[in-house]
């Protein structure tokens, strides 16, 4: 019977058997080295959230601003390690899902939780569900399943050749399309089904169970190692000391050669180990594209307090709160601090309601903590283009961060533990 189906179906056997020796090869070689640089980035937050060890004292959540934080290991000089696990362009609901992937994987709980999330994550209204990026067919976010498709139908039903208006903007959208990676790369199906419920968890689990395939996963990888090899894939491109600094990182262009993915997510690598999971990401742009950034960066400063200052901006920090509600099962305090601005930005509506929010959230739990940057405020010389530091701006920020925001921060936390 089987040397008749093995006779009878052999080119489909072979195929199948193609498949599964090219999955197990993706599977036992670092095919995450293969991506774009972006998915790269996912995927090595991905190991190391689910890494048994090392047992951090400190851990921050983030975006790509607070990505410029630099971590550290323990020494004699600071007895105390930090990782900073800061992701950038994902939608705030995640922290709560993120926090309990690091802890499921590791038997000590940080000294304390480090959250350093951007105000504009909160601004009301601005998330808008996976499944419905433009507000179509949703009242509101976790919508139940059954009110989604009656809403849906109801609606398709009334006007059958017009499509609803969109409430989200478009923004959303494009954000899904441009950064979707990140989610679907940082978590694995079964998380991304607690994370969400009613039509958001059908979405995102669709979404993210291809990924199971290593085949489909690491494809951009599979092209870079077939028909997209090259000999710079193994290739070590060596750096000199002056491209650690800044001098060499904004103005020399030999510190910006051109690399392959292979090799700029090596470098990379390099960098987020060295930095214990910090990276400036404007230390990645080269000299010319640098000078680009900085001839627009007085109008992007002033359309950003533009948008901030709308007087219909409201805030809601009810992922901090279930954030704050999350680490407290684990008997971990929440420090929240806020990376510095520009200094016009300080000011704006949406700064201030934000942090009127976290001053009402801090008087409400012993367990929640708002420390500040000495300044609030950095002059727009350290900004690339109005929302990410220069290295020079980045190395003031670290410097404060560890020299002054630290110790208080390690303060409160031994009070709570």
């Keep these: 019977m089987l040397s008749t189906l093995l006779s009878r179906y052999r080119a489909a056997w072979i195929v199948v058997l193609a498949f599964v020796i090219l999955e197990v090869i993706v599977r036992l070689l670092p095919s995450e080295y293969g991506l774009p640089s972006g998915h790269f980035m996912a995927e090595y937050r991905k190991h190391h959230m689910e890494a048994s060890e090392p047992c951090y004292d ?32 994902m939608e705030p609901r995640y922290f709560v899902e993120y926090l309990r992937k690091y802890m499921r994987n590791r038997d000590c709980a940080p000294s304390a939780l480090i959250f350093a999330g951007s ?105 870079n190692y077939t028909i997209g090899i090259k000999k710079a ?15 060499g990182i904004e103005k020399l262009p030999m510190c910006h050669p051109s690399l392959t993915d292979v090799q700029d997510n090596r470098r990379m690598a390099t960098v987020l180990d060295r930095n214990q999971g910090g990276l400036n990401i404007t230390d990645r742009l080269k000299p010319f594209e640098r000078i680009a950034y900085e001839q627009m960066r007085t109008r992007a400063i002033e359309d950003a307090v533009k948008i901030a200052n709308r007087p219909e901006i409201e805030i809601d920090i009810t992922p901090i709160r279930n954030l704050a509600k999350e680490a407290k099962k684990w008997n971990i305090p929440l420090a929240i601090i806020v990376v510095p601005f520009p200094e016009e930005y300080v000011q704006t509506r949406i700064v201030r309601l934000y942090l009127e929010a976290v001053r009402k959230l801090e008087t409400e739990s012993p367990d929640v903590r708002y420390f500040s940057f000495p300044k609030l405020g950095y002059s727009d010389n350290l900004f690339a283009e109005g929302t990410h530091y220069t290295c020079p701006g980045a190395m003031r920020a670290n410097d404060e961060f560890m020299n002054k925001v630290v110790p208080e921060i390690r303060r409160f936390a031994a009070a709570r533990n």
């Design 58 to 89: 400190y851990i921050i959540f983030g975006d790509s601003r607070s990505l410029s934080l630099n971590g550290q290991e323990k020494n004699a000089e600071r007895p105390f390690s930090i990782y900073n696990f800061s992701l950038p362009a």
């Design 233 to 247: 894939h193994f290739e070590e491109p060596g750096f000199p000391d002056i491209c650690n600094e800044c001098e």
């Design 119 to 223: 105000p504009t994550y909160f601004e009301k209204g601005m998330t808008m569900p996976l499944n419905d990026q433009q507000g179509l067919y949703t009242t509101e976010l976790d919508q139940n399943l059954a009110d989604y498709i009656a809403l849906r139908f109801s609606q398709r039903l009334e006007q059958p050749f017009q499509r609803p208006a969109s409430k989200g903007g478009g923004q959303s959208e494009l954000l899904w399309e441009a950064f979707s990676h990140r989610l679907l790369y940082t978590f694995d199906p079964w998380e991304l089904a607690e994370m969400y419920r009613g039509p958001e968890r059908v979405f995102a689990i669709r979404e993210s169970l291809p990924l199971l395939y290593s085949t489909y996963k690491y494809r951009d990888a599979v092209r």
